[in-house]
């Protein structure tokens, strides 16, 4: 985290567009949105910030990503998030449809920081990303434990407030099929590190907590540099408090039925 918030001192600029999950920032002044991805924007062609707007008033988040030197041929970035999930953990303590958590619980002030570091380069054609960073729960009072959500992509990323910190790394590859076209692959592992069990009163190991493998292909059509489709699915396999799940997103319950994610993006400079 300490080499993160240093590494905001350092720049230099390269842009792309399209290419959020990247080292690569948007040139100046381009903006970006999704129907389920943030709004984002370049402050300069070193900065930009994003927020989910749709989420904010129930989950206030924001997070800045900035352009470092390239090392040993990458092109690198940091990214800075910040969030906070209570009012929305709090609409979730409820009785009927919607509820989520125990009525008789109030969630207390919770602040989560999340630190990664970003390389990008080509590598035997591909555009390859490498990520790795800390991510840390600050809760301001006490956290009952019955308030833990356990689903998919929501179990491992509320139980840092749990846990008080957990790790998270990936890599991501595109490959362009054609002019407009490009195949994205990402693979994210999430790490709730614990005391391993075997071993519990001299051993530690970050392998021993409740992990989360998360995978995701994508099929992209660039329409222009203004708007693009994106369809595929994801596959979310990981350790929750009642056992080892697997799940394939998007999932209908009414249907009881997997179908493709179908994503439209806009952008504008």
Do not use: C
């Not at 690569?24 to 989910?52: C, T, V």
């Not at 009072?141 to 990936?170: A, C, E, Q």
């Amino acid at each position: 985290m300490i080499y993160i918030l240093i590494g905001f001192t350092l720049s230099l600029s390269e842009t792309r567009t399209w290419d959020s999950h990247s080292a690569y920032l948007m040139p100046k002044k381009r903006w970006e949105i999704g129907l389920f991805q943030p709004f984002r924007y370049a402050l300069s062609d070193n900065i930009e910030y994003s927020i989910h707007p749709l989420w904010f008033s129930v989950i206030p988040n924001i997070a800045f990503k900035r352009a470092q030197h390239n090392v040993t041929g990458y092109k690198t970035a940091v990214r800075l998030k910040l969030f906070y999930p209570t009012p929305m953990l709090n609409i979730l303590a409820r009785r009927g449809i919607g509820g989520l958590i125990d009525p008789n619980i109030t969630m207390p002030p919770m602040l989560g920081v999340s630190g990664t570091g970003i390389a990008s380069r080509k590598i035997f054609g591909l555009s390859t990303t490498f990520n790795v960073g800390l991510d840390i729960g600050i809760t301001a009072g006490k956290l009952d434990r019955r308030s833990s959500i356990d689903l998919p992509l929501v179990y491992h990323r509320l139980g840092v407030f749990y846990n008080g910190w957990g790790l998270h790394t990936g890599i991501d590859l595109q490959a362009k099929l054609t002019d407009k076209v490009k195949l994205h692959l990402d693979i994210d592992l999430r790490l709730l590190p614990g005391i391993s069990k075997d071993h519990p009163q001299n051993f530690f190991t970050i392998l021993s907590g409740e992990n989360v493998l998360e995978h995701k292909l994508l099929l992209i059509w660039n329409s222009s540099q203004s708007f693009r489709v994106l369809t595929g699915y994801k596959l979310v396999t990981g350790q929750y408090p009642y056992g080892h799940d697997m799940r394939l997103l998007p999932y209908v319950p009414l249907l009881e039925t997997w179908v493709p994610i179908v994503e439209l993006q806009w952008a504008k400079k």
